[in-house]
Nanobody, 122 residues
Framework: QVQLVESGGGLVQAAGSLRLSCAAS????????MGWYRQAPGKERELVAT???????ECADSVKGRFTISRDNAKNTVYLQMNSLKPEDTAVYYC????????????????WGQGTQVTISS
């Protein structure tokens, strides 16, 4: 199995910054995409940003120019640098990884972290 452990959430004022980290560990053969989703109270979980092993990035329009996703493939870790934070960024942020757990299994499965709370005060 694959475990994802997030860190870096917290409470900051609007216009501030936070950096989230997520490290994958366990029985990992390879990891494809990694990324972040978020879920605000009363809303559905939404994609924030993803990144491939080669560095191709996608992000939601609502965070473009403010959030930057990056990863360290050697450490199986993905980061989310969040700048110019707004109250509407308040949510639980979930890390995910699309991983293979063995060379004999060609399929990738999605694994999720437990979530980290990000709260932005106005």
């Amino acid at each position: 199995q694959v475990q994802l452990v997030e860190s870096g959430g917290g409470l900051v004022q609007a216009a501030g910054s936070l950096r989230l980290s997520c490290a994958a560990s366990g029985s990992i053969f390879s990891i494809n995409a990694m990324g972040w989703y978020r879920q605000a109270p009363g809303k559905e979980r939404e994609l924030v940003a993803t990144i491939t092993p080669g560095g191709y990035r996608e992000c939601a329009d609502s965070v473009k120019g403010r959030f930057t996703i990056s990863r360290d493939n050697a450490k199986n870790t993905v980061y989310l640098q969040m700048n110019s934070l707004k109250p509407e960024d308040t949510a639980v942020y979930y890390c995910y990884a699309r991983a293979r757990i063995s060379s004999s299994n060609p399929y990738y499965d999605d694994y999720w972290g437990q979530g980290t709370q990000v709260t932005i005060s106005s």
